[in-house]
């Protein structure tokens, strides 16, 4: 997609299987949308690989949207906080005309890997965390990150907050908190041409 002149890579995707040290592997993965929004391939990322399309992208300057509120549901740091904050929050009586069927989607984000085995857990995890480290090596390279969170009534994140917490972690990959502004901000505009 870099090579054929994308100027935006929605949900990082198509990198997690660019970067694995066997592509094999994980063949017809992201042939459902689903898959963009799973870091499992993440675990398998090389190194030279990753470096490799971070020099491209960043040449090609082609604008990244990790999505990683939707990508690490569940899987963040503040999962105990942001989990009691999101249903507090949607106790509110000003927030009633939000639909159960939303509010329960929501919310189930962050159990959504409970009942995975183990093993599949830790290979989440370790996806995500390489994840991370990509898009933080990415922004050192000086590449262009947008933030983003596939917020919608069957999404990955609650409606404003989700932006929010987007931009917090994007801090915690390596972005000052002015890039993770502009992340918000004129990147988007930029990356869209707007």
Same mark, same amino acid.
């Given at each position: 997609?870099?090579?054929?002149?994308?100027?935006?890579?929605?949900?990082?995707?198509?990198?997690?299987?660019?970067?694995?040290?066997?592509?094999?592997?994980?063949?017809?993965?992201?042939?459902?949308?689903?898959?963009?929004?799973?870091?499992?391939?993440?675990?398998?990322?090389?190194?030279?690989?990753?470096?490799?399309?971070?020099?491209?992208?960043?040449?090609?300057?082609?604008?990244?949207?990790?999505?990683?509120?939707?990508?690490?549901?569940?899987?963040?740091?503040?999962?105990?906080?942001?989990?009691?904050?999101?249903?507090?929050?949607?106790?509110? $009586?000003?927030?009633?005309?939000? $639909?159960?069927?939303?509010?329960?989607?929501?919310?189930?984000?962050?159990?959504?890997?409970?009942?995975?085995? $183990?093993?599949?857990?830790?290979?989440?995890?370790?996806?995500?965390?390489?994840?991370?480290?990509?898009?933080?090596?990415?922004?050192?390279?000086?590449?262009?990150?947008?933030?983003?969170?596939?917020?919608?009534?069957?999404?990955?994140?609650?409606?404003?907050?989700?932006?929010?917490?987007?931009?917090?972690?994007?801090?915690?990959?390596?972005?000052?908190?002015?890039?993770?502004?502009?992340?918000?901000?004129?990147?988007?505009?930029?990356?869209?041409?707007?």
């Amino acid at each position: 997609a870099v090579l054929a002149g994308a100027d935006v890579l929605e949900h990082a995707a198509g990198i997690n299987v660019s970067i694995a040290k066997d592509p094999s592997k994980w063949e017809g993965w992201g042939e459902i949308e689903l898959d963009s929004l799973d870091p499992r391939p993440f675990a398998d990322m090389d190194e030279g690989k990753a470096a490799e399309l971070i020099r491209l992208m960043v040449a090609r300057n082609t604008y990244l949207e990790p999505d990683l509120i939707a990508q690490g549901r569940g899987l963040h740091g503040k999962r105990n906080e942001w989990e009691k904050q999101d249903s507090e929050l949607l106790q509110n $009586p000003d927030l009633a005309y939000v $639909p159960e069927g939303t509010r329960h989607k929501w919310m189930s984000n962050y159990t959504e890997f409970d009942a995975w085995e $183990p093993a599949e857990q830790e290979q989440l995890r370790k996806g995500f965390h390489n994840m991370q480290r990509f898009i933080g090596q990415f922004a050192r390279a000086g590449g262009k990150v947008m933030s983003g969170t596939d917020t919608s009534a069957h999404g990955w994140a609650v409606a404003g907050v989700g932006l929010y917490r987007e931009m917090e972690l994007l801090t915690q990959v390596g972005l000052t908190s002015m890039e993770a502004i502009m992340a918000a901000t004129r990147n988007p505009a930029e990356g869209y041409r707007v």
